[in-house]
């Protein structure tokens, strides 16, 4: 069965501490993305990487770092230095190679900042 | 930049009622076009895709023309059902980058 999973779905964080959202995908595609979610703004683009180990920044990069060592796998770490971090995070996917697809989304992490 | 505009919701209508989402865009080039739906609480869905001037895209109902000369890409369904209730993205991908600009998002409510 194949899909993009977020985990995990809710998560608590206190002021200061660095959290990794987790997000793996078993279709095969190239590129993926991190999107930040907030009320009446719309998705934003944080991260993607199109190919391993390579990654660019979005529009709203500063606070969050990422990964790419694996096809499967795009881990998002949010920082203490995001100063906003409460939202909803999506993962996405894209076939890649400059075809024309849509992209794929996961369920998303619901973050809170305590 | 390219960009997308769409209305600003909430969007209320009864159930049966005609929908209309305006969506559009501005592009150097020839994009393609995609209308996604969130429903609470879950991530995107793709509903309906057209990748040139003129195609439609459609799907449970819904439909969109790609229209060049207007730089449109509105959303329409004949009837609408409670179960359509959701966030509706208008997008655009262009010169095969890999990476979609999303509008704001409508909310739409359907009252029974």
């Known amino acids: 069965d194949g899909g993009i999973t977020q985990s995990p779905k809710y998560l608590f964080r206190k002021e200061g501490q660095n959290v990794t959202l987790s997000c793996e995908q078993n279709?095969?595609?190239?590129?993926m993305y991190w999107y930040r979610q907030d009320p009446g703004q719309g998705l934003r683009l944080i991260y993607y990487s199109q190919i391993v180990n390579d990654f660019q920044k979005g529009d709203i990069a500063e606070g969050y770092s990422v990964s790419r060592e694996k096809k499967e796998s795009f881990p998002l770490t949010v920082t203490s230095a995001q100063k906003n971090p409460t939202a909803f995070y999506l993962c996405?996917?894209?076939?890649?190679?400059?075809?024309?697809?849509?992209?794929?989304f996961g369920p998303g992490t619901r973050l809170t900042v305590l | 930049g390219d960009s997308v505009t769409q209305m600003e919701g909430p969007v209320t209508l009864s159930e049966e009622a005609f929908l209309t989402i305006n969506c559009t865009y501005t592009a150097t080039g020839y994009p393609s076009l995609f209308w996604y739906v969130q429903y609470p609480g879950e991530g995107l869905q793709l509903l309906l895709k057209a990748t040139k001037a003129d195609d439609k895209g459609s799907n449970k109902g819904f439909e969109a023309t790609y229209r060049k000369e207007t730089t449109s890409f509105h959303l329409e369904k004949g009837s609408v059902q409670v179960s359509d209730s959701a966030v509706y993205f208008c997008?655009?991908?262009?010169?095969?980058?890999?990476?979609?600009?999303f509008g704001k998002g409508t909310r739409l409510h359907i009252l029974p």
């Open positions: 997008a655009l991908e262009e010169n095969r980058d890999d990476k979609i600009i």
């Open positions: 279709l095969n595609h190239d590129a």
């Open positions: 996405a996917t894209h076939r890649g190679g400059g075809a024309v697809n849509e992209q794929f």
